[in-house]
RNA sequence: AGAGGAGUGGCAGAGUGGUCGAUUGCGGCGGUCUUGAAAACCGUUGUACCGCGAGGUACCGGGGGUUCGAAUCCCUCCUCCUCUGCCA
């Protein structure tokens, strides 16, 4: 969430970056933000000053038992029942401002960087660059779909009778490729001085708060109810959550995690004519790569974490593109995002395989994330997350724009993960 | 899952109702000494909120309660350890 005195301090700045996100009522949020905030400062002040007189009452009252004057003591005794019922007013007032302005907090995303395009819809993210060949494919050139029936290695119906729709099932050569991907896309991240973990896929409700699921996302996970816990939509979750409350000192900044995890997303009224195959599921496996940075290296990590996944696109040879997200697109925590999409060859459109942001302190301050600067002081840490990558999409990529009348061809750089170079 | 025990500052470990944000040791930081280092000695060393500041307030696993006053007593939840049971 934003910081109040981010809003204070720079409140116009603040405005145009809501309103270049065409978020509603923006002046209004905002002043009520700082409202709530004044509110919360005078009550918590006045407890705070009530409190103190009622620390030193007890501090007198204590010395007066010492000294066997019990009837002095219970005389200033009588002073403090008033004092009592005052403080827990205000103190009620103030966690109802706390509260509240926590509640208003969330509702408010973070602000765009200056370089975000305005716009509304996905219409208007700014093409960065193209890359890549899109292939000619033959005539009888089959959608992914129908290849993984072809071939037999992805097995929808029986997902279905097993789990539902949208949780397929891999089979032969097709497990495999799934398999080798995983493997390539960690072995690729440790080159590049990613560190592996491997979380827990379900989190608690705090979780879900620090990396900002919760609570606008909820109908978007799958929640365990018996036990409050919710499957995961990305590592990002349970990776960055790593670093709750964590003060890390400088030099251990940047943190470079990577982790494989599958993902579990609900996608509630999503399901139409572009989300057949493998384009929408419910459950997909996924290699995410979190960055903790110190405040300014994040978009130097950014940059270096968007050409990483640019070259794993070029390594597994596919066509992509790299968009810039307009305000209207772009998710809720982030402060600018880069999508990558490659070029699926039958379906002819471009897929999001990859979504690389920069959460700049909007998540650090929900999670509490510090660093300890070279003054001692401690100060909020930027985060940033990507996918590197979402598997369903490279697979549906792969299988489409390779194919050919005997089968399909594998990229060179899966071979050896493979153990085979064909379906 | 059942029985018992325990959760205190970076770590170890005191403190069982009163001036305790908390003895002490280790570690960290600064200094004295030294050609340099070690040792020794001296000092310093949590986080957050409010305040220009002086200073004030909160935090001893989380939440609630008793009391003028809670690290300390009560309730509840969580976590860890030991024993028993079950199990990949």
Redesign the pocket.
Known sequence: MLLVNQIRENFDAVLAGLQKRNFPDATAVLEQVIALDDQR?SS??QR??L??E??S???Q???L??NGQREEAEKV?SR?AEL?TEIKALEDSTTQAEEDLKALLYTIPNIPHLSVPAGKSADDNEVVLENGVIPTLHEDKLPHWELIKKYDIIDFDLGVKITGAGFPVYKGKGARLQRALINFFLDEALKEGFVEVQPPILVNEDSGYGTGQLPDKEGQMYHATADNLYLIPTAEVPITNLYRDV?LSEEELPVKNVGYTPCFRREAGSWGAHVRGLNRLHQFDKVEIVQITHPDKSYEALEEMSSYVQGLLQKLELPYRVLRLCGGDMGFTSALTYDMEVYSAAQERWLEVSSVSNFETYQSNRLKL?F?GEDRK?QLAHSLNGSALALPRIVAAILENNQDADGIRMPEVLHSYLGFDRI
């Open positions: 400062k918590q002040t705070d000053q409190q103190a009622s620390n009452i007890s501090k009252i204590g010395v038992m010492k005794k403090t009592k003060i510090r300890r401690t």
